[in-house]
């Protein structure tokens, strides 16, 4: 056994996600929108999937989920957390349906549930992946959602890297101070079946250390007037003054609205025949 | 109710209060629920310009005064509360803290809690915005501007170092322009070098934009250097408030309130007040016509080729002895974030043997917890190989690697993960079946001298307290190679010397050990080998008191050399002294007291 640094597939290489993830540190072309139009672009595709059966109308969907996906620039943990969920789902149920007398027909009707399952999920991907933290909660003040929410949804993000940083500490404590399983059993599985308590374990010191930090963070928010701003908007008017919907953010929401609406459309025009709706989502 | 000690109470600032920017009249103050005043009839003067030290032990309320200052105490603790504290003209009672915290500025010695925002540029414009300051952008830009951070405007909160974090918790403060500015013990979280940073910042602020600036501090070193006044507080209250250099020639006031005098005092002191040193440089220059007739006079700085008296105090680097860990040809690096490679260390090699006691120093970002980490196990170089114990660190686990050496982690806190202390040190003695796992854990208790505390939980203890029971865990592993991070940061100095002298007596149970640290009084008691590592290369390999002897060397790695071992170098001393006992025995006996408790008890607690 030859130890390596891998850069992929590692607990090193999963934090780095997660920053990149929450920080959109990747840029794609909705991280450079405004965000109340990122938002709207995001209930446009998340509700479109809930109007209909037809699996034609839901394959055009599915697949400008994927291109918004695509021009978001997703990242390779979250597509493939998506990917594996996804079609774990589909293969889940199949073997189910199976054991209660199912065929291949029930495949069809699962099809149905996963491809507005889908297209939701990389609707939401796409949106919140191009947003960081501050724009977020811009948008959600801006969009007169309660201030605490805005701050709560900011201070989780900036959290985030600490507590992922704490975590990997706590994880690593845990294995160099427990001892390793003595064998480690068929493909393993007493080293992951460790590996797996240590790290559903690793919680809850973290918690207990968090817990001592909220304190000083309350204070803080006082005298920096926070409740303060709660009582007197002219803070939020100034915070949100620099939010511009530019042409760019138009063009984009409408487009996508338009090829919305072809998704709907031309499944009808041509008949029941499955057609490929692709050429539509220009 | 208290009557503070028998100085005449509280003496205003010499003058007669001018223009007075704080005052507390009769205050007291109880928390709910406790059954004492932690506040006992504060009278306190600060007047607008200053810069005050707040010093005092444990537990005399420092923190609780400064807190009187921005109205969090009576209006966020609301505890039985007499009295009036006046701030800019405000009463704090009629007021609240909103209108208080533009006038005064708060950065808490947890600061890293303090910043709430992701970015740097948010955070600092928080405070501004929430109030619905429309100029908040030049808030902003002068707040950044004046500490040197604009640079870091659009970093995220979570890149910062312990130095960063502070000025950014600092500017966010100065961006609501407040007259004064409160710090809470900068000195725990940050090294000396940084620290020296930030204090050197607040007193420009002090100094040119008349910003009252009050610290909470420990260190008298700082004290001294940079403070105009001095607050001693004992249980609840003044015990007298006087001019910086009067205050430290009351060095046994200090001492008895847990602030033990820096070095320069201690030599100074018996010469009188005029003649006080606040800094090492003053110290050297005062000290020079004290000097022991027939020692070369002044500079050149010292030669430091071999010195006998050094090779014998620190046989180090045996060669024929034992390789306890060697690192050939070691590169490694890290992914960013924007999946560049960042190298941290470039084609290391090194041999640690037994018998070493090695402190690893170097600026943050020099590669230091990766070396450490690299020892563990817990990662592996990208090129090069590491060997423990004779362990190609590559084949085997970091699990079982932990047979052979252990890692202490910089905060205690990650590393509780039981629900006590005795559970915390058992963990891997009793996981791995030792069969002496019983007698060893009830040793290694005796040991750190926590018995009495074994069953609480370890976040619950002191500072001190948390260390020594980490350090327990470390040698309830039986490690051939202790590896420890940063020791005593955030300790106070009583609690620094407990640490530092349970270190010293590890000698006989660890053959190696390896302690990356800022401290250099640390590396100054206990280290017989010191590693300097500088961007991901040893660019110095040698003993503390060589190493403190090269000044070029120390500005180019930042560190800064103990108080004693620069009065020492400025006196152009050879061997260069490391304690201010050393210094003393370089001074004429006849000018200078044969027994001075000031300066005996100093090698006994640096010991």
Redesign the interface.
């Given at each position: 056994?030859?130890?390596?640094?891998h850069?992929v597939l590692s607990v090193?290489?999963v934090r780095?996600e997660l920053?990149?993830t929450a920080?959109s540190?990747r840029g794609g072309i909705f991280s450079r929108m405004d965000p109340r139009a990122v938002l709207a672009w995001y209930v446009l595709l998340a509700l479109a999937p809930w109007f209909t059966h037809d699996t034609a109308v839901l394959i055009g969907l599915f697949v400008l989920g994927a291109i918004g996906v695509a021009l978001a620039r997703v990242g390779p943990l979250v597509l493939g957390l998506f990917l594996i969920g996804l079609l774990g789902n589909v293969l889940g149920l199949l073997v189910a349906s199976f054991f209660f007398g199912g065929d291949l027909g029930t495949l069809a009707a699962l099809t149905e549930l996963n491809l507005k399952l889908g297209a939701v999920s990389m609707a939401s991907m796409a949106a919140f992946v191009s947003l960081?933290?501050?724009k977020l909660s811009d948008a959600l003040l801006s969009l007169r959602a309660p201030e605490l929410l805005a701050?709560g949804v900011?201070?989780g993000?900036?959290m985030l890297?600490?507590l992922v940083?704490?975590y990997v500490?706590?994880f690593?404590?845990?294995?160099?101070?427990?001892?390793?399983p003595p064998r480690p059993g068929i493909l393993g599985w007493r080293v992951i079946l460790q590996w797996c308590t240590l790290a559903v374990?690793?919680f809850s010191?973290i918690m207990?250390?968090v817990a001592?930090?909220?304190r000083?963070?309350v204070?803080?928010?006082?005298?920096?007037?926070?409740?303060?701003?709660a009582a007197?908007p002219?803070?939020r008017r100034?915070?949100l003054a620099h939010l511009r919907i530019t042409p760019r953010d138009v063009l984009v929401v409408a487009a996508s609205a338009l090829a919305i609406g072809a998704c709907y459309a031309i499944p009808g025009l041509l008949g029941i025949s499955p057609a490929p709706p692709g050429g539509a989502a220009g | 109710m208290s009557a503070p000690a028998s100085v005449p109470a509280v003496t205003a600032a010499p003058g007669g209060a001018v223009d007075p920017v704080i005052v507390a009249r009769d205050l007291s103050f109880r928390y709910p629920g406790a059954q004492r005043d932690t506040l006992r009839n504060v009278d306190l003067t600060i007047e607008r310009g200053d810069f005050v030290a707040v010093v005092g032990g444990n537990g005399s309320a420092k923190t609780t005064l400064c807190k009187t200052f921005n109205g969090l105490i009576p209006h966020y603790w609301n505890g039985d509360f007499a009295g009036a504290v006046h701030v800019d003209g405000l009463d704090t009672w009629e007021s609240g803290v909103a209108e208080l915290s533009s006038r005064v500025g708060y950065v808490y010695q947890d600061f890293t809690d303090q910043l709430v925002r992701p970015t740097v540029r948010d955070e600092v414009s928080f405070g501004p915005l929430n109030f619905g300051h429309a100029d908040f952008r030049e808030r902003t830009e002068e707040a950044l501007e004046r500490l040197g951070i604009a640079h870091l405007a659009q970093s995220f909160v979570w890149q910062l170092s312990g130095g960063q974090a502070h000025l950014v918790a600092l500017a966010s403060v100065l961006a609501m322009r407040p007259s004064v500015i409160v710090v809470d013990e900068p000195v725990a979280e940050l090294d000396p070098a940084r620290a020296r940073e930030i204090y050197r910042r607040l007193a420009q602020l002090n100094r040119e934009q008349g910003i009252t600036v009050i610290t909470i501090e420990h260190h008298a070193e700082f004290v001294a250097e940079f403070a105009r006044s001095v607050v001693l507080m004992a249980e609840g209250a003044p015990v007298w408030h006087l001019p910086v250099r009067e205050a430290m020639a009351r060095h046994a006031d200090l001492a008895a309130h847990g602030v033990p005098a820096p070095d320069t005092v201690a030599l100074t002191a018996h010469l009188g007040e005029e003649q006080l040193a606040l800094d090492a440089d003053s110290a050297a220059r005062i000290l020079r016509p004290h000097l022991r007739p027939g020692r070369p006079s002044p500079p050149p700085p010292a030669p430091r080729e071999q010195d006998p008296a050094d090779a014998a105090a620190a046989p180090h680097r045996p060669r024929s002895a034992e390789v306890i860990a060697s690192l050939r040809g070691v590169h490694h690096g890290y992914r960013s974030v924007t999946g560049g490679l960042q190298v941290v260390l470039e084609d290391l090699d090194l041999d640690l043997h037994a018998g070493e006691r090695i402190a690893l120093v170097g600026t943050n970002g020099a590669g230091k917890s990766t070396l450490m980490k690299l020892l563990t196990g817990l990662m592996v170089p990208r090129r090069g190989t590491v060997t423990v114990d004779g362990i190609d660190t590559r084949s085997r686990s970091a699990a079982r690697l932990a047979d052979h050496v252990s890692y202490l982690y910089q905060h205690p806190g990650r590393m509780f993960l039981r629900e006590s202390v005795r559970a915390d040190v058992a963990l891997f003695p009793t996981g791995r079946r030792l069969p002496d796992a019983a007698e060893l854990v009830e040793e290694v208790l005796d040991r750190v001298g926590l018995q009495q505390l074994a069953e609480r939980d370890g976040r619950s203890l002191s500072g001190g307290q948390q260390r020594r029971a980490t350090i327990g865990i470390g040698l309830a592993m039986r490690p051939r190679l202790l590896l420890l991070d940063e020791p005593t940061s955030s300790l106070d100095i009583r609690s620094r010397d407990d640490v530092t002298g349970m270190l010293a007596s590890l000698a006989d149970t660890v053959r190696c050990a390896v302690v990356a640290t800022h401290d250099m009084d640390l590396v100054a008691s206990s280290a017989s080998r010191v590693i300097v590592l500088d961007s991901g290369a040893v660019i110095a390999d040698l003993t503390p008191r060589e190493l403190f002897a090269r000044p070029e060397l120390t500005r180019r790695a930042r560190l800064t050399p103990p108080q004693a071992a620069r009065i020492g170098l400025a006196l152009g001393l050879d061997p260069l002294p490391l304690t201010a006992a050393e210094v003393r025995a370089a001074l004429d006996p006849a000018l200078h007291p044969a027994h001075d408790p000031l300066l005996d008890r100093v090698p006994e607690e640096a010991r």
């Open positions: 056994m030859t130890r390596r640094t850069d090193e290489w780095l920053l990149r920080y540190t960081d933290p501050e701050f900011s201070y993000y900036r890297p600490i940083d704490e500490t706590v690593e404590g845990q294995r160099l101070r427990h001892a390793p374990t690793a010191p207990l250390n001592g930090t909220v000083t963070t204070e803080a928010l006082e005298t920096r007037g926070f409740t303060y701003a007197h002219q803070g100034l915070r | -």
